[in-house]
Antibody, heavy 116, light 108 residues
Framework: EVQLVESGGGLVQPGGSLRLSCVVSGLTFKTYWMAWVRQAPGKGLEYVANINQDGNEKYFADSVQGRFDVSRDNAKNSLYLQMNSLRAEDTAVYYC?????????WGPGTLVTVSS | EIVLTQSPGTLSLSPGERATLSCRAS???????LYWYQQRPGQAPRVLIYEASRRVTGIPDRFSGSGSGTDFTLSISRLEPEDFAVYYCQQSGISPWTFGQGTKVEVK
């Protein structure tokens, strides 16, 4: 069974930093593009970032460009999202997702709250 | 970036009726890399349609996708109770990838 499990969410002050992790099991992690997608409370889905199999190709939403970084460790079957200079509008559930024919596997998400 | 505009915002229908959801792109979606997702309350989304018209394995055949270029449609032929949810389109033709704002299909 394929499983994606995010961790690292929590409460952080504006301007602060947070690092999210996603551990993947049940598939050959190193063969897939991976991504982060977020959803603010009561709002729609927003693409955040994605990364290729080797980790040397990355793309970001305009809203997080220059503040967030995505990385992966294929030896640990893990995906990461480093979030810096956090703003109130970054408050959301952050999902880790596998890309194949669309985002075809999702984690349960981890909540990030940016507030003083 | 490509902006995806979904309409209507809310669709009020009865079980057994047909639903037609629209997704319009601000520029042509390369190779029709357009996807449709369903999200039920409290759940993560699940992909229904990939590359505009291809149904994901295991998705009922009452769901179908069509369109090309800038105009895409998701159709649900006969709504079942479990189909009342929010639907999103998403494109991967041009980076950064983007989602539409969603269409809620609710019980009339």
């Amino acid at each position: 069974e394929v499983q994606l499990v995010e961790s690292g969410g929590g409460l952080v002050q504006p301007g602060g930093s947070l690092r999210l992790s996603c551990v993947v099991s049940g598939l050959t992690f190193k063969t897939y593009w991976m991504a982060w997608v977020r959803q603010a409370p009561g709002k729609g889905l927003e693409y955040v970032a994605n990364i290729n199999q080797d980790g040397n190709e990355k793309y970001f939403a305009d809203s997080v460009q220059g503040r967030f970084d995505v990385s992966r460790d294929n030896a640990k079957n893990s995906l990461y999202l480093q979030m810096n200079s956090l703003r109130a509008e970054d408050t959301a559930v952050y999902y880790c997702a596998k890309w194949d024919f669309g985002f075809d596997c999702w984690g349960p998400g981890t909540l990030v709250t940016v507030s003083s | 970036e490509i902006v995806l505009t979904q309409s209507p915002g809310t669709l009020s229908l009865s079980p057994g009726e047909r639903a037609t959801l629209s997704c319009r792109a601000s520029q042509s979606v390369r190779n029709n890399y357009l996807y449709w997702y369903q999200q039920r309350p409290g759940q993560a989304p699940r992909v229904l349609i990939y590359e505009a018209s291809r149904r994901v394995t295991g998705i009922p055949d009452r769901f179908s996708g069509s369109g090309s270029g800038t105009d895409f449609t998701l159709s649900i032929s006969r709504l079942e109770p479990e189909d009342f949810a929010v639907y999103y389109c998403q494109q991967s033709g041009i980076s950064p990838w983007t989602f539409g704002q969603g269409t809620k299909v609710e019980v009339k």
